[in-house]
């Protein structure tokens, strides 16, 4: 869905120039929470995108990942270069 994308990359804008102390003055809460209430993804783009993405990242699913983790994360690949070990 366009909308979609044009929020992971506002939001991808906005993690660029916030310091993870920034983004995390939200309460914390599960990733899933976070991408679905405070960034308002559809389930479509988390389940085929987010999930499985983070899934291998984190190893668990994203209902008992923190947002604050997510946060850290998400600007970490935003800012620099992602790589396959």
């Known amino acids: 869905d366009l909308f979609d994308k044009i929020k992971v990359g506002m ?3 906005y993690s660029n120039i916030a310091s993870v102390q920034v983004l995390n003055e939200t309460p914390e809460m599960s990733t899933y929470e976070f ?3 405070e960034q308002g ?3 479509d783009i988390i389940d085929k995108f987010f ?3 983070l899934r291998g990242i984190y190893l668990s699913e994203l ?3 923190s947002s604050h983790m997510f946060n850290f994360v998400f600007k970490m690949l935003a800012d620099g270069s992602a ?3």
């Open 63 to 65: 209902e008992d990942q």
């Open 51 to 53: 999930r499985p993405f």
């Open 35 to 37: 991408l679905k209430q």
């Open 11 to 13: 939001y991808r804008l």
């Open 41 to 43: 993804l559809s389930d």
């Open 83 to 85: 790589t396959l070990p």
